[in-house]
């Protein structure tokens, strides 16, 4: 099973914000290959200037080096000229940004779902033409009482 990570979900994870036990949970059944996690390297550049332009410069650099030192149990993904392409055109297509665009490309070409919970991706995800997993605001989830 591949899961796509867009910005989102390892801002998410990073800042500790709800979900990101999610997040963690789906990194641990990476590391056991349990499950493949893809993040396409336009949005690993879309972390690193969020971090910059939130003044978390240090932050960043230090992101950097760790995903240059392969220590996340993901795979980035480069911008191959077929995926450029892609992404081109879902941009075209929908109302999202030209960093998500590469997101889906990539969830595409290899049928995972992507991890998020980008309002704009997850409109496109509903359309029916990509597979979802939207992080959920707690992990586990609760039973409803």
């Excluded at 795979?75 to 081109?88: D, F, G, H, L, Q």
């Excluded at 704009?120 to 009482?145: H, M």
Aim: include cysteine; glycine fraction near 4%.
């Amino acid at each position: 099973m591949v899961k796509i990570f867009d910005a989102y979900a390892v801002l998410c994870w990073m800042q500790e914000e709800p979900g990101s036990s999610y997040i963690e949970h789906l990194l641990d059944q990476a590391e056991k290959e349990v499950i493949k996690i893809q993040i396409s390297a336009i949005n690993i550049g879309e972390i690193f200037y969020r971090l910059v332009k939130s003044g978390h410069s240090k932050e960043a650099a230090s992101f950097l080096m760790d995903v240059k030192k392969k220590i996340f149990p993901w795979r980035v993904m480069p911008a191959s000229n077929t995926r450029i392409w892609e992404a081109a055109k879902l941009k075209g297509e929908y109302r999202i940004s030209y960093a998500d665009a590469f997101a889906l490309a990539l969830a595409r070409k290899t049928g995972g779902a992507i991890v998020t919970r980008d309002p704009e991706i997850i409109e496109v995800c509903n359309s029916g033409r990509f597979l979802l997993d939207q992080i959920p605001s707690e992990w586990p989830l609760q039973a409803k009482k």
